[in-house]
């Protein structure tokens, strides 16, 4: 497969997706988990967002694998394409707790359907139409945290892959002063 565009290696240009996507997700992620209100609202295209990055990132890999043939060898090439699928857990593991916040958020949805909208609480009590206040803050917490962490990790990971691509790239290809003086 030819992973050019305009005559551009795609991936130069996929790359600045995933490193805008992976944090900005990640971010979202942590909102939604500890925001219900977020929760309610932001849950769908949290999720969208999940199913397209992995596939993005991993169009990245091939791509980067692509370019790598077509550029001389250099130790700091290899350094960052070896780091290059480091991210794949990482954006796995984003989707699939971006997959379980979307479900709770689902289950708060029905259990808020069945009573009048307005109280979960008197609706779970009078009824059992929904979780306990108890249920969902134990929860609300373990995905905030699970959240906190997958969020800092494919972050870091995302920094340590970036930094390898960048050096790769611009480490001894500049001046530190400008060339027209």
């Known amino acids: 497969?030819?992973?050019?565009?305009?005559?551009?290696?795609?991936?130069?240009?996929?790359?600045?997706?995933?490193?805008?996507?992976?944090?900005?997700?990640?971010?979202?992620?942590v909102v939604i988990a500890a925001w219900p209100g977020a929760r309610r609202?932001?849950?769908?295209?949290?999720?969208?967002?999940?199913?397209v990055l992995l596939p993005l990132g991993l169009v990245t890999i091939e791509a980067g694998k692509w370019l790598e043939q077509r550029v001389p060898p250099a130790p700091l090439i290899q350094e960052h394409?070896?780091?290059?699928?480091?991210?794949?857990?990482?954006?796995?593991?984003?989707l699939g707790l971006t997959v379980v916040i979307a479900?709770?958020?689902?289950?708060?949805?029905?259990?808020?359907?069945?009573?009048?909208?307005?109280?979960?609480?008197?609706?779970?009590?009078?009824?059992?139409?929904?979780?306990?206040?108890?249920?969902?803050?134990?929860?609300?917490?373990?995905?905030t945290l699970a959240a906190l962490f997958v969020a800092a990790a494919s972050t870091w990971t995302l920094v340590q892959i970036a930094e390898a691509g960048s050096r790769a790239v611009w480490e001894g290809s500049f001046s530190e002063v400008p060339l027209n003086e």
């Not at 394409?81 to 984003?94: D, F, N, R, S, Y």
């Open 103 to 143: 479900a709770w958020a689902i289950v708060e949805r029905v259990a808020r359907g069945r009573g009048d909208g307005h109280d979960l609480d008197r609706d779970a009590v009078a009824g059992g139409a929904g979780p306990r206040r108890g249920t969902r803050l134990a929860v609300g917490i373990v995905l």
């Open 41 to 51: 609202v932001l849950w769908l295209p949290v999720l969208i967002g999940a199913a």
């Open 1 to 29: 497969m030819d992973y050019t565009f305009a005559g551009l290696p795609l991936h130069v240009l996929l790359v600045h997706a995933v490193v805008v996507l992976t944090p900005l997700l990640s971010l979202c992620l």
């Open 81 to 94: 394409t070896a780091q290059g699928e480091e991210i794949v857990p990482w954006l796995i593991a984003l």
